[in-house]
């Protein structure tokens, strides 16, 4: 499957982005996604999850009850909506697929197979 990943920008802190990743391929009901985010100097770190069907999500602590992950599989898109955004949130965000069947989701990038090509989140104070 390819990603391609959306909908990053510059925001003030305190503003909304949604970003999107569209998939290609007839198969996307059948990744968990997730979304990471890698800051300059940083590791790239697990920001949110979502599993085949929707059904269940799962969160950062840092992002908890600021972003939420959904998808649409009509559409072959996962997105990610980020509200109250804030300075420590800049980074490159890249949406991620997992084509195994585990039960717990995952939360670590060598759980994924495919990755897209990231798109930067700036917020500014």
């Known amino acids: 499957v390819q990603l391609q990943a959306s909908g990053g920008g510059l925001v003030q802190a305190g503003g909304s982005l949604r970003l999107s990743c569209a998939a290609s391929?007839?198969?996307?009901?059948?990744?968990?996604m997730g979304w990471f985010r890698q800051a300059p100097g940083k590791e790239r770190e697990f920001v949110a999850a979502?599993?085949?069907?929707?059904?269940?999500?799962y969160y950062a602590d840092s992002v908890k009850g600021r972003f939420t992950i959904s998808r649409d599989n009509a559409k072959n898109t996962v997105y990610l909506q980020m509200n109250s955004l804030k300075p420590e949130d800049t980074a490159v965000y890249y949406c991620?697929?997992?084509?195994?069947?585990?039960?717990?989701?995952?939360?670590?990038?060598?759980?994924?197979?495919?990755w897209g090509q990231g798109t930067l989140v700036t917020v500014s104070s």
């Open positions: 991620a697929a997992d084509q195994s069947l585990r039960v717990v989701v995952a939360t670590r990038t060598y759980e994924y197979d495919y």
């Open positions: 391929g007839r198969t996307f009901s059948r990744y968990a």
């Open positions: 979502i599993r085949r069907s929707g059904g269940s999500t």
